[in-house]
């Protein structure tokens, strides 16, 4: 029985200690990153990173708080010696940020109770507590409620004016057009509309005879805008201030935090 | 001491260990004029030139071709000359541009084969005399970002007016849109840096969608 | 970045590689240090019919600015120099069914190079398509950039060496452009004129 329960602990133990040096070493790389990387790094790699560390957090508290994992806190750590010698084996173990087993870091790394300035101020207000009376206790604990939901009311509708805002952009924001990239793109990669009736210098070569095709697509004077049909230029010009409005906020929203 | 080999050695050795930057890796896209502001808010954020901002240019492009028939058809070879107009002094640009491959959907940019290099400004008269033809024409200005090797132009294209002016004045926009183009020179066969690009374009949504755009269906636009 | 002056060595009855080592005794005589080799080569290209009427483009490359290539075309009426980045090759490849090379012309003159105060020597052996052709000593004078102004000290120069193979005036090519500055497209110039003129001249034993 008690050596079940001896294998059991040691598993435990072992699953927190490796999720310890887990989080150890994210929290250790985030800490480089933040430090030699702040000129490359950009927001989805640091949320990224961020998203590891509070996964791993989340894991811990699993281990911690499952069934098979023994209750810790039942059981205590006996300082048998105390010694001002530096203790090469625990400073490699600690990775050197203790070196010696002694009374002035003892207390501090065994604890098990509070600090006794922390436990009197517990201390007086469990007292406090105890001496206050029903009927002000529920006054105190309606007030704070009302308090409470009041603000959740408050972040619940921030929450649901974003998030029609948002669907809004999706829908019927338009910050580019698919034609004009078409006529840009085709413009620049193949001349449409750029073409000229004649050679630049007005030379004829001898060998472009079939070349000085009359370019197409140019009805009357402009090519491009100008064959857009009149309603359509109107009406993007109509658009144009409030359209100007949303984009000023969605570009805040856009930020990485969105991702 | 042994004596230095020939130019034509050197460029055949580099071409067998591939480190000729000749494929260029593209993606295109345009955004409305009255959210170019917005764009370049966003590019100065993403890119590298935080701190000098954004490099403006003012360039003046000339598409020439050289054309002929031979006894296998007919043969093509288009060739640009980009030339700087606010840095009269800069060196001009001449490249080959080859077909571009879309190939399939899980290729995230437009494949083509480019062949860039600066050059002296006799390269108009040289290549006119060439036998080339200059088959359109247009001026292109606005800004260029840089993210590692990733190039990032916001550019407004113009159309030069029937009296071409050398300064670029006196010339009208095509369209009410800035063309955005995201691009890389690399040796052949990088692949990974397309992937790169992917993400890149995908950060400047919805404001831009930075697309494989087919040129072959541009064809039958109006 | 100075002047050039490239002229061809008599060879006389002596053979090539005999003539370059009498040049280096004398040029290493009066003080000159060699400072490695040099090439300075020569492709032509010829336009195919399809093109209409013919035209020639030279591309040439100088060691002296290795990351340069020079091309010179020539129309019939005009001659119209460019320069560009290394990858100009390339281009020529991609030309290759409008301009044709005849491999039989490639020239190219290569050598020792000494360096003597001011002045930079380079002693080329000149061959057309592997055939050994002639001589041709270049000299530069690195402080001027203008002809005019130091043509009769860089004969007087040459004159110290080569001895009366040295003509009184300059070549036929800088004749016209001594008040201009002096820039390596005239050097290419230079090669090219002297290359052409090798072309057409009978093989020489080497």
Known sequence: ?259 | MTSPGTAIDSLNAALKCNIIPNQEYLLQGSVLDQYVEVLLHRLRGLCDNVDSGPESFHDHELYFVLRATNTGGPMVLPLRVRRALDVPDAPWQLRYVGQQELGDKNRPTVVRSSIDMACSSTIVEFLTELGCRVEFEYIARGYMFRKGRMKITVSKIFKMGNIANKSGEGVEPISQSYLVELSVLAPSGQDAIAEDMRIFAEQLRPLVQLEKIDYKRLGNLP | MGVTVLQQFPIETRTGPSTIELLSKRISALGAVQQGQFLVDCETYTSTPALGHQRTVHVLHNSEQPATVFSILETGQKTIPLATDGLFDLLMMKMSGFYTSKKQTKAESKGPRYEIGDFCVKLGTVTVSQNFKGILVEVEYRPSVVPALCWELMREFLQGFLGSSVPATPPAYLQNRMQELYTPMDTIHQYLEQFTIFRKSPGLRP
């Open chain 1, 1 to 259: 029985m008690q050596q079940r329960e001896e294998k059991q602990l040691e598993s435990s133990l072992e699953s927190i200690v490796q999720r310890v040096n887990d989080l150890k070493s994210s929290i250790a790389s985030m800490i480089f990153k933040v430090e030699n990387e702040y000129e490359t790094l950009n927001w989805p790699t640091f949320l990224d990173n961020y998203a590891l560390i509070s996964g791993q957090l989340t894991s811990l508290s699993k281990v911690l708080s499952h069934d098979k994992c023994p209750a810790l806190r039942s059981l205590t750590v006996l300082p048998l010696m105390l010694s001002p010698e530096r203790d090469d084996q625990l400073a490699q173990l600690t990775e050197h940020r203790v070196t010696t087993f002694a009374h002035d870091l003892v207390p501090d790394y065994l604890r098990t109770k509070l600090e006794p300035m922390a436990e009197n101020k517990m201390m007086q207000l469990e007292h406090k507590a105890s001496t206050l009376t029903y009927d002000n206790a529920q006054k105190q604990i309606t007030a704070y409620q009302k308090v409470v939901s009041h603000v959740w009311e408050l972040v619940n509708k921030a929450k649901e004016e974003w998030e029609v805002e948002s669907t809004a952009r999706g829908s019927t924001q338009q910050n580019s057009s698919v034609a004009d990239t078409h006529l840009l793109v085709a413009a620049v990669g193949m001349g449409k509309g750029l073409k000229m009736g004649t050679a630049p210098n007005g030379q004829p070569s001898q060998t472009s005879g079939g070349m000085m095709v009359a370019p197409q697509g140019r009805p009357g004077g402009t090519p491009g805008q100008g064959s857009l049909p009149p309603n359509t230029q109107a009406m993007t010009m109509n658009k144009a201030p409030s359209a100007i409005k949303t984009n000023i906020k969605s570009a805040t929203q856009i930020h990485p935090y969105g991702r």
